[in-house]
């Protein structure tokens, strides 16, 4: 029965959860009360202001850190990485804390693991945003020097698509999902046989959702951008972090979206919108795989929305059997991570054998 913690550090707080043979023992959501003198602040810094938090929130549970198997991590944002669990070396947390592309609050988890563990506990990070498992066609954008990204919710898709396999009995790599990330952002994926081999971006493609704008018209998007209108921080803010539901209706909560709709035509032909453009990006999915589909599998926080899922199935319900995985249940997707390589159901990877050389 290993007895592991999940960290998964966020804005202005960190979700802890010590987990024995997978099931939460205790878990909780430490805000850190960050202050105006926050962005001042070294990541070096930002990671022993958590990891004292941390350890006051153990001690204030009686968690001994002997008593840990593992500890396991968000993953942040390394290179393009196969898929899987990897150990945290002292290489992936300089990555992270120094040459990472974006800066990230999840850049923060396996620097805090190794400052936690001392060298003496097992680190471990499961599934980043990074991995890449894409068909060579899906990186055409259109344009020879753009790339198209595989950048996804990898940790909750592919937990999600390994739970229904369970359900269905039958072994992952027999199967082709289509796996919808309702949350924040939208990330659509095609796995096929155990493979995502394609997904959409959900920063900047795909369908608009409760913060992200999604696709827009190129030639649009360079006016605004060429306008002087907006400072190209203030657009890129206004199309990932303020568009969407947010710029349309002044609110990213699908809940209060939702009860505006029964009285507002206005807010409920934007969230049908905003599920519309979803069941299009699922649709897409499933012609590229010729429609052999045994599942689209709906997970995230929208996913728990009866009257959203049913929006998205009223479309899609003819191209397969629509399975609902409600919640992010991140840290538990990290726990099995980790448990897998302790039990010893998958090897652990590095991060040098895992970044994909292309």
Not at 25 to 54: L, N, P, T
Not at 239 to 251: P, S
Not at 312 to 327: C, Q
């Amino acid at each position: 029965m290993p007895t592991v913690l999940a960290i998964n550090p966020g804005s202005t707080s960190t979700k802890l959860g010590l987990f024995r043979d997978r099931k939460a023992v205790v878990s909780a959501s430490i805000d850190h009360k960050i202050g105006s003198d926050h962005k001042h602040m070294s990541r070096e810094q930002e990671v022993d202001m958590r990891r004292k938090a941390i350890l006051e929130f153990m001690k204030e549970n009686g968690i001994e850190p002997d008593s840990l198997d593992a500890i396991a991590c968000r993953g942040g944002i390394l290179p393009s990485l196969k898929s899987g669990t990897y150990a945290v070396d002292q290489e992936m947390v300089d990555y992270l804390l120094y040459r990472s592309t974006v800066d990230h609050p999840s850049n923060l988890a396996a620097p805090i693991g190794t400052e936690l563990s001392k060298g003496d506990i097992p680190v471990f990070i499961t599934d980043p945003v990074s991995v890449d498992e894409f068909w060579e066609w899906s990186r055409l954008s259109g344009i020879p020097q753009i790339e198209r990204r595989s950048l996804l919710h990898a940790l909750n898709m592919k937990a999600s698509a390994r739970r229904v396999a369970e359900e269905m009995a039958k072994d992952i790599d027999d199967l082709n999902f289509v796996i919808v990330h309702l949350g924040g952002g939208i990330s659509v994926g095609l796995q096929i046989k155990g493979k995502m081999v394609d997904v959409n971006n959900a920063n900047d493609e795909g369908p608009f959702s409760p913060t992200r704008s999604g696709e827009l018209p190129v030639g649009d998007v360079l006016e605004k951008a060429f306008s002087k209108e907006y400072s190209e921080k203030e657009l890129v803010s206004r199309y990932t972090k303020r568009g969407g539901m947010l710029a349309y209706l002044g609110t990213e909560d699908l809940r209060r979206a939702l009860a505006l709709s029964r009285t507002d035509t206005y807010a409920r032909r934007v969230v049908s919108a905003m599920a519309y453009q979803v069941a299009k990006e699922i649709g897409g999915m499933c012609a590229v795989a010729g429609g052999d589909i045994d599942a689209v599998v709906l997970t995230g926080g929208m996913a728990f929305s009866e009257s959203f899922v049913g929006m998205i199935r009223s479309y899609v319900s003819r191209f397969a059997l629509v399975i609902v995985e409600p919640g992010e249940n991140e840290l538990l997707a990290l726990v099995e991570g980790a448990e897998r390589v302790l039990n010893g159901d998958e090897e652990v990877k590095t991060l040098r054998e895992g970044v994909l050389r292309k």
